[in-house]
């Protein structure tokens, strides 16, 4: 089977957003590639010596690939895609000049290759992600998170993700119920059962999404602990809607609520989250490029939020904010 192949080069504070286009657009699959230069951060747990870049793209860019089916007229998408793009500007995006592409592939040149490069990550000191299709043997007071990722959604190698597990594993007591807004993968919602928590609602809107976290729940073992739901954050906290605590599988409100999205997302319910937590209650939210910490520290502190800590990982950034009452 041929796929249509649409490449954009753009910054890596624009991946978020022009993944999420191309999973709107019906991409079958996205693969996102960051600079490899020899000034970003590498695991070498075992000492390794780096004196070559992972690739040639040029720091502060990164290459993003979607994939469609051969009946797809890739012209339409492409132009959707471009104008989408475009506007990331009135968000005060910088998408750096970006340009676009587009090839017939093969589906075993994407489809399947990209596993070979990924592999068990340790994230934080007690939890590890690991691929399905990988051997991994975990040692004492290890948390291993089962991942098939599904080429689309949080796989823990981005830089938000892996810094939003690490905040999660510094506020995550045990024995609370949480709130996961824009769940993707699960990962985070899986996280937080791995490090105590007692329940999870896991939301998002995009329904792909909602399989990928329903799949990954399952494959953990955590379907009577996580709840998984296509809603945005006011829906649950609508009376009337998907609002009871009994079909939503936490008790409103709860201790935690995290996010990992963009600022601009972020922005847009900081209101909500306050509602949703109880006195004494934090709020993580990650996905922050640092041109926008300003911005959002000011978004939370409006919303009667206080900063109680800033978590960093290469150019970005996570707030732990609390409900003081």
Known sequence: ??????????????????????????AGGVSIEESGSLNKK???PYGEWYDQPLNDIPEGRAEIKGYFSEEVDIESVLE???????????FE???GNPTFSSRLVDEEEWATAWKA???PLKVSDKLTIKPLWEEYEAAEGEHVIELDPGMAFGTGTHPTTALC?????????????????????????????KLGAKRVLALDLDPVAVRSAQENVVLNGLADEITVKESDLLSVLTPGADGQSGEIGVELPVQIVVANILAEVILM??????????????????GIYKDKEQAVRDGLTAAGLTIRDVHREEEWLAFIAEKVV
């Open 93 to 95: 995006i910088d998408t």
């Open 1 to 26: 089977m041929l796929w249509h192949e649409l490449t954009i080069h753009t910054t890596e504070e624009a991946v978020e957003a022009i993944s999420n286009f191309l999973h709107e657009a019906g």
């Open 80 to 90: 959707e895609v471009k104008n989408r793009t475009t506007e990331l500007a009135t």
């Open 269 to 286: 319910f900081t209101n909500d989250v306050y509602a949703a937590l109880r006195p004494g209650g934090l709020y993580l939210a990650s």
């Open 42 to 44: 590498r695991e070498s």
């Open 165 to 193: 597990l690490r905040a999660l594993e510094s506020i995550v007591k045990g024995g609370e119920d949480v709130i996961d807004v824009g769940t993707g993968s699960g990962i985070l919602s899986i996280g937080a059962i």
């Open 117 to 119: 490069y990924y592999k």
